[in-house]
């Protein structure tokens, strides 16, 4: 590996862009229990454990292009059951996939349509 100077520690923060950031807002901090680090009137920074998670209104009425966005975003969790966090997302009026296992894994989309995953803790 060649020697350099830059070196990264991680990432900082991934960016989706949304349709409402008021509607955005509500779901990630009221579902998946995010809080405000940053907003503005067309962008907000979210607090995610140690990581930062952004979302953008597009500019002038542009819409969010979901279809070329990225694969998923996926968020570890550090408390519940596979049960109880799929109970709580269900009771949100989200529709879940993934199945209990040795993955452990739970997908649904945001109010956007942006593919999200949890990771559940043993």
């Known amino acids: 590996m060649p020697e350099t100077t830059l070196r990264t520690t991680g ?14 807002k509500k779901f990630y901090l009221d579902v998946l229990g995010m809080s405000v680090a940053h907003e503005s009137p067309r962008h907000l920074f979210l607090a995610c454990g140690g990581q930062g998670f952004a979302l953008f209104e597009p500019r002038d009425g542009a819409s969010p ?22 109970a709580h997302l269900e009771a949100h009026g989200l529709e879940v996939t993934g ?18 995953q949890l990771v559940v803790p043993d």
Do not use: M, Q, W
């Open 65 to 86: 292009e979901t279809d070329r966005d990225l694969n998923h975003v996926a968020f570890s969790v550090d408390a519940g059951t596979y049960e109880e966090i799929k």
């Open 99 to 116: 199945r209990r296992g040795d993955d452990r894994c739970i997908y649904f989309r945001d109010p956007d349509g942006h593919r999200l």
């Open 11 to 24: 990432i900082d923060h991934l960016v989706l862009y949304v349709g409402d950031i008021g509607r955005s």
